[in-house]
Structure formats: structure tokens, C-alpha cells
């Protein structure tokens, strides 16, 4: 059956209001619709095809007040008017097999959308108040799914399937979509608008704050009939603009292709050798995903006072739209909503996540106002890779070709200093389901220059964040109240009391190494080398005087448990010697013997162990069983001195101390040390030890009695 279709349609206007008691609104006209097909045989071919044609025109939003009777007051354009068409190839079964049953392309055009201040309120409040209330209070089931280790991999080498289409699987669906453009302009200090106003108002370019741009945005989307699914998109252009008409920036874009000057238009914005952003997303029919994207060619330049006033524009909006907490009136109370584990259980198919950026550029600005300002140029090129699946969860990273520059904006080639050479930063994490935690960094050869000119550029750019902080009063505060804290009486150090603890925590510090299977947290930082030069400058030269080189090893273990700190430094300082033309040592290195010298090192070892009492006041603790006092000052008398005839021989065999083998704090507060050694020559010297404490005690007491 055919069936030809020509349908026009005016569709509706439809008004959201903020909500009940507010005259805001936002406006959506829908625009008009247009429907035409025509259908006709295929050429060269006996099966019919669908050509449907679809056409959306003058589709706009705007936000207006409204009166007594629902009367639109005065309004503003947020999107101002834009078309969609879209053109619908069906193939008319019965068809051949290598025929595509639907093709779709599409076409916007130009986006242009206004917002201000106001706009963005009303626009958060309609999403707060109108459209998504918040009025239960959801309890959701944070129970971890239980995942069966008996299906886990041991190996933390398991490779991510990669997402690969069936070539023999038919297409479904092929779609393509092209966006001529999306302009996004930001304004603010406007007027408000009048309930008894009428009409559209337009805004004013002294209003503006910032304008984003996106050209030639292009997607394309493949479906096939065993559920595989592939995406891509592309970005030619993007840039970000300021358009403040007092501000001081003499480089008004902040975001722009590079190549391109900071103040001038490209010429042709649709017409580029390689887009800016591309992007790809690849489902196969096991449910493995591959995402891809790349970022090439883009230079930010930083201004810290527009990027300030852009955060208060978005700040101050989301503040006025943000609803007061409400009570939930509900009569059965607050709704407990239980999920099941099977919902945030790991899906099926494995994730694969890889991106590379590729010759960004990011500027640092000493001075905005001036073209001729000295700048910091960081250059950089990276790698990123993020595999997830059921066994494993890995994340690699990787910059190459790292390096800073320092010169004048308008003169960079003339001008240009090295401060960074070239280097490699890699980075790694790895989290299996053992919860064992791998986290690595590794830094080749680093070697930065620093001038003054570099140095006073830092200072310019500090001083330049220092002017935007927000400066808080000095003085006593009006609103303090009278009460105070006593600083006089006497009180406990501790809120609560040590715990008791018990005979098998007595030898629980250990500050041996962990063994493999005792790590669930390693963090790994190595660098090869980092070397800073500090040169002066002499005419447009630059005269190295000071060099200083490092290594750092680090490795840190069990962090969020019982911390386990390796950490290792060298260090080699030269200053150099006009007169005699040669480096000599700032630092002097370590002889290890004639003619053998290594650099001066320092090593660091810190671990995180149970505390215990400092004075022992546990009951458990036999060893002190009364404190004697004298002159007001408390001492501890330990139980082996029970008897009053100040023998210095008169022990008891249960009273010996032995030794567990174990350096432990237990061992300065507990009378009981469980003896696991035999050896003859350790007891002979506890023994020792004892008798000496006996006669340390004994000789207190005489002296006591005697001054009595």
C-alpha cells in the first residue's frame, strides 16, 4: 500500500511558568511542521523507495512575565529562531538483502542563544520547582554487590576484549547529521522586565560577558540488526570570546585554533584541514564499548580576572535558583526506596577508553592588557588508555614532548627562552578485584631554566591572583559572646580512656617490611633526573651560574590502612666560577674513597603503626600495681619490689622478664614478656637487667627512709 503524505502543521506554544505563584515563564514555540513524501522506484533496481521529507521551521524560546489572565508581558529571545530538516530514505519491502532500510540525514542550521543573568535563575528554578520537585527523600541501598571470586582472574594482566563490528552483520539504520553552527552568548547587568510591558525586547551589546562558538559540527550514527551500534562526531572549530566592552584583556579570544591570532576571525569557519575535536563510540553485540577521542591544534590563553567574572556570573545564578530545604510532608514519612544489588551489579562487556591530545597550546599571561606581555607557553602531547571489565580496572596515561617557553607575545620567535626541555611524565593505576591498589609515576630527565626575567613574570602573574582574592577583616569580631574558654583549670588530655588491651595485641607493633601479600595499596614516584639552572641574563644572552641536581624515589604502601613510607633523595649543587671558568660544589659530595665521590642522599623511612599508652595506667597491666607519691609528684613502684626488707637478691622465679624476640611498645608498660627463646646467654642477661632495677629501687627507698 502507498500512502503519500503532505501535512502542515502550526504546532503549539507552549508556557512553562517557574511555578504556581511566580509571573516568570519560559516560552517554547514550537515552530512549524512540514511533512511531504514521494515515493518511486529504485534506479536500476524493481523495489520501491520511501523519500520523505521533514521540515521544522522557526523553533525559539524565550522567557516572559505574565499578567492578569495569562497575558504575555514583555519578553526576551534565549534561542532565537532555527530550522531542522531531515531527509528519510525507506526501502519498500521486498528489497534486496545489501540494501540499507532506512537513511537518514539531517541539517540544522545556525544556533544562536542568549542568555543572561536572569534567564539562567528562571531556568534552574523551573527545573527545581516545576519540572523535577524534590519533595520524598530517597534512601537508596548502598550494599556492594557480591561478586563470585571464584570466576576472577588472579592475573592483573588480563587484557579488555576491544569492541569489533561483525563485517558480515547488516545495517538497520545509517544516520548523518550536520550542525552549521552553535553560538552561545552570555550577558548580564540587563533590566528587568515589566509585567505591564509589551512586546519583544531586544539586548544590548554592552550587556555582553563571553561568546562560545562551535562550526561545522558533523555526526554520523550506524545501527545493525545484531544490536551492534557505531558513532562519530566532529568538531571543526571552537572558540571563546570575550566581548565585554570595558574590559582591559588585549587579546580577546581565550579559545582558539592555533595558528590563528588571539583578535582576528578565521576566514573560512567551515573549511579546516583536520577538525578539533573527534570523537568515536563502538558497541558490538557482546556488549563490549570502545570510546575514542582526540583534541588537536587548540590554544587556551588564561586570563584569571574574565574566568573570575564568568564563575560569578554562574555562581551567583545557581545561588538565587537553588529552593530552600523543604520539610517533606508526606504522611507515611520519608519514602525508603530499597534498590537491588542486581541493578548496580557490573554490567556485561568490557569498557575501553582511549583519547590523545595532540599539540594543545596553553598561555599564561604576565600582564593582559598588553600585546607585549612576556608569557608562558606549555606545550604538551599525551596518551590516555582506561580499561574496565570484570577482572580488572586500569588506567594508563602518558605526556610526551612536555615543554615551557618563555617570551613576548607579539615578538615569540625573536623572544623565545627555553625554560623547560622537552620531557615524559607517565602514570599509571591498576585495581583488580582483590582490592589490591597499583598507582605509578614515572619522570624522565627534567631540566628547567629559570631567569629573571622568568622569575619576575611569576611574581607579575601572583600578584595578579592576589588582587581578586577576597581580603577577610582583621580585628576582633563584633558578634563574639562573652563566654570563654578556661585556660586554667586542669583537664584531661584525652576524652576517653585507652582501651584495655589484651595479651595477643602486646606484640602487635611491627616495623619489619610487608610482605606481597600484605600490600593492598602501592603509590611508586620515580624520577631519573631533575635539574634547575638559574642563568642570568646579559644582553640577549643567558650565563648559567647556579645548577642543582636531584633523583626522588618514593614508595608508599597501605595509606589508608597502616602507612608505609620509603622515600629516598639525592641531591648535587654547583656554582660556577667566573675567574677560574669551572663549576665548583655548592654541595660536597660523599668520598667513598680516593678518587670515588657520590652525590650527598638522604633517606627517609616512616610507617603508621597502633598507638599505645605513653604511661601505663591499664588494669590489665600486672606490672604496677600502686603508685607511691611524695612531695605531690607520682611515681610508678612496680610489683617486683613487694618486699619491704630492701633485699637487693629476694626475687621470685615467676617475676623474671623474658623476651618475645619483638621490639614492642609493650615491652616499656607490661611486667609479662611470653619467652620464645631458649637461649641460655639472653636470660642471663634479662637477669641481669632485673637485678640492676632492683638495686635502682631499692637504693631510692634507702635514701627515702633515710631523709625521713
Given at each position: 500500500m502507498r500512502i503519500n503524505l503532505n501535512i502542515n502543521i502550526r504546532a503549539p506554544v507552549i508556557l512553562i511558568p517557574q511555578s504556581f505563584h511566580s509571573p516568570d515563564t519560559l516560552v517554547v514555540h514550537l515552530g512549524d511542521l512540514i511533512i511531504k513524501n514521494t515515493i518511486k522506484m529504485a534506479t536500476n533496481s524493481n523495489y520501491l523507495i520511501d523519500f520523505m521529507n521533514v521540515s521544522l521551521n522557526s523553533v525559539q524560546i524565550s522567557r516572559a512575565t505574565t499578567g492578569a489572565h495569562q497575558v504575555l508581558g514583555s519578553r526576551r529571545l534565549i534561542v532565537e529562531p532555527v530550522s531542522l530538516h531531515v531527509d528519510i530514505t525507506r526501502a519498500v519491502a521486498p528489497f534486496p538483502s545489501d540494501v540499507i532500510p532506512f537513511d537518514i540525514t539531517g541539517r540544522l542550521e545556525n544556533i544562536k542563544v542568549n542568555i543572561g543573568e536572569d534567564d539562567l535563575v528562571i531556568i534552574f528554578a523551573v527545573l527545581n520547582e516545576n519540572l523535577f520537585p524534590v519533595s520524598e527523600q530517597v534512601v537508596l541501598d548502598k550494599t556492594p554487590p557480591v561478586i563470585d571470586d571464584s570466576s576472577v582472574s588472579q592475573d592483573s594482566?588480563?587484557?579488555?576484549?576491544?569492541?569489533?563490528?561483525?563485517?558480515?552483520?547488516?545495517?538497520?539504520?545509517?544516520?548523518?547529521?550536520?550542525?552549521?553552527?552553535?553560538?552561545?552568548?552570555?550577558?548580564?547587568?540587563?533590566?528587568?522586565?515589566?509585567?505591564?510591558?509589551?512586546?519583544?525586547?531586544?539586548?544590548?551589546?554592552?550587556?555582553?560577558?563571553?561568546?562560545?562558538?562551535?562550526?561545522?559540527?558533523?555526526?554520523?550514527?550506524?545501527?545493525?540488526?545484531?544490536?551492534?551500534?557505531?558513532?562519530?562526531?566532529?568538531?571543526?572549530?571552537?572558540?571563546l570570546e570575550d566581548i565585554r566592552w570595558s574590559s582591559p584583556l588585549a587579546i580577546k579570544r581565550l579559545i582558539h585554533q592555533s595558528g590563528q591570532s588571539g583578535n582576528k576571525e578565521p576566514k573560512d569557519k567551515s573549511v579546516h584541514a583536520l577538525p578539533m575535536v573527534t570523537i568515536s563510540f563502538t558497541k558490538d553485540s557482546a556488549g563490549n564499548r570502545n570510546l575514542d577521542f582526540a583534541l588537536e591544534g587548540m590554544r587556551i590563553n588564561i586570563f584569571i580576572h574574565y574566568l573570575l567574572a564568568v564563575y560569578n556570573f554562574l555562581s551567583s545564578s545557581i545561588a538565587k535558583a537553588t529552593p530552600a530545604t523543604k520539610v517533606s510532608t508526606s504522611p507515611t514519612g520519608p519514602l525508603n526506596r530499597q534498590v537491588s544489588n542486581e541493578a548496580s551489579s557490573p554490567s556485561k562487556g568490557s569498557l575501553k577508553i582511549t583519547g590523545r591530545l595532540k599539540k594543545p597550546e596553553v598561555v599564561l599571561f604576565a600582564d593582559p592588557t598588553s600585546q607585549n606581555s612576556q608569557v608562558l607557553v606549555l606545550q604538551v602531547e599525551g596518551d590516555l588508555n582506561y580499561q574496565q571489565s570484570s577482572t580488572i580496572d586500569k588506567l594508563e596515561a602518558k605526556l610526551q614532548q612536555i615543554q615551557i617557553f618563555s617570551c613576548i607575545y607579539s615578538q615569540a620567535l625573536r623572544t623565545a627562552y627555553q625554560v623547560l626541555d622537552p620531557c615524559m611524565l607517565n602514570f599509571h593505576r591498576t585495581l583488580n578485584r582483590q582490592s589490591v591498589e597499583e598507582i605509578g609515576v614515572n619522570l624522565s630527565s627534567v631540566r628547567t631554566r629559570i631567569s629573571p626575567r622568568v622569575v619576575f613574570m611569576i611574581q607579575d602573574i601572583v600578584h595578579g591572583l592576589r588582587a581578586f582574592t577576597v581580603k577577610t577583616p582583621k580585628g576582633p569580631s563584633m558578634t563574639s559572646d562573652d563566654s570563654r574558654e578556661d585556660m586554667w583549670t586542669p583537664k584531661p588530655i584525652f576524652t576517653t580512656a585507652f582501651p584495655k588491651r589484651k595479651e595477643s595485641d602486646q606484640t602487635q607493633v611491627d616495623f619489619s617490611p610487608l610482605d606481597a601479600q600484605q600490600i593492598k595499596q602501592k603509590l611508586t614516584i620515580e624520577t631519573k633526573q631533575i635539574q634547575l639552572t638559574l642563568d642570568i641574563e646579559q644582553g640577549s644572552d643567558h650565563v648559567p651560574m647556579l645548577c642543582v641536581r636531584s633523583k626522588v624515589e618514593s614508595v608508599l604502601t597501605n595509606w589508608s590502612t597502616m602507612m608505609n613510607l620509603k622515600f629516598e633523595v639525592s641531591a648535587e649543587a654547583w656554582l660556577y666560577n667566573e675567574r677560574l671558568t669551572t663549576w665548583e660544589p655548592l654541595i660536597e659530595p660523599v668520598m667513598e674513597k680516593e678518587g670515588v665521590y657520590r652525590p650527598w642522599e638522604l633517606l627517609v623511612r616512616m610507617c603508621q603503626a597502633p598507638s599505645q599508652p605513653i604511661t601505663c595506667t591499664n588494669e590489665s597491666d600486672l606490672a604496677f600495681e600502686s603508685c607511691d607519691q611524695h612531695d605531690g609528684a607520682p611515681r610508678l613502684i612496680p610489683q617486683i619490689l613487694g618486699s619491704d626488707s630492701g633485699s637487693e637478691t629476694d626475687s621470685s622465679p615467676d617475676d623474671e622478664l623474658e623476651w618475645d624476640g619483638n621490639y614492642s611498645s609493650s615491652l616499656l608498660s607490661s611486667g609479662k614478656l611470653v619467652s620464645k627463646i631458649n637461649d641460655s646467654g639472653i636470660e642471663v642477661l634479662f637477669f641481669a637487667l632485673q637485678h640492676i632495677n632492683l638495686n635502682y629501687w631499692n637504693n631510692i627507698r634507702r635514701i627515702r627512709n633515710h631523709m625521713i
Open positions: 594482566d588480563v587484557t579488555v576484549t576491544t569492541a569489533t563490528i561483525d563485517a558480515q552483520s547488516s545495517i538497520n539504520i545509517k544516520m548523518a547529521f550536520v550542525m552549521e553552527g552553535m553560538e552561545i552568548e552570555l550577558f548580564t547587568n540587563e533590566p528587568r522586565l515589566r509585567k505591564n510591558g509589551q512586546g519583544l525586547l531586544l539586548r544590548e551589546e554592552q550587556d555582553g560577558l563571553s561568546r562560545f562558538q562551535l562550526h561545522e559540527v558533523e555526526g554520523n550514527a550506524t545501527f545493525y540488526e545484531n544490536g551492534s551500534i557505531q558513532l562519530s562526531a566532529s568538531i571543526h572549530c571552537i572558540s
